[in-house]
């Protein structure tokens, strides 16, 4: 499984971006997809989380009402919607894949197994 994210940039605060993360290999309708980010000297953390139907999904308290993660598993695709964003959302994103095919709102970087190279997001003040 191969994964490609993009469409980070620049924005200012309050502005909005949505990434989107191309899939390729293996069978991603039945994948669960999440979103994580990392800023420099920091762990990786948990953004959002979509079941492999896109039925289900999941949010860091610090993106909830912010933030909308969804998929299209007939183009392999899925997306993060980011409105009202806040300088404490630069960071690298990272879009992972969970083969398990059991959705219980995966939020620890061990529960993905395939991860992609991320896209910088940077919002300005």
């Known amino acids: 499984v191969q994964l490609q994210a993009s469409g980070g940039g620049s924005v200012q605060a309050g502005g909005s971006l949505r990434l989107s993360c191309a899939a390729s290999?293996?069978?991603?309708?039945?994948?669960?997809m999440g979103w994580f980010r990392q800023t420099p000297g920091m762990e990786r953390e948990f953004v959002a989380a979509i079941s492999w139907s896109g039925a289900s999904t999941y949010y860091a308290d610090s993106v909830k009402g912010r933030f909308t993660i969804s998929r299209d598993n007939g183009k392999n695709m899925v997306y993060l919607q980011m409105n009202s964003l806040k300088p404490e959302d630069t960071a690298v994103y990272f879009c992972?894949?969970?083969?398990?095919?059991?959705?219980?709102?995966?939020?620890?970087?061990?529960?993905?197994?395939?991860w992609g190279r991320g896209t910088l997001v940077t919002v300005s003040s």
């Open positions: 992972a894949a969970d083969i398990s095919g059991t959705w219980y709102s995966q939020s620890g970087r061990d529960e993905y197994e395939y």
């Open positions: 290999g293996g069978s991603f309708s039945t994948y669960n």
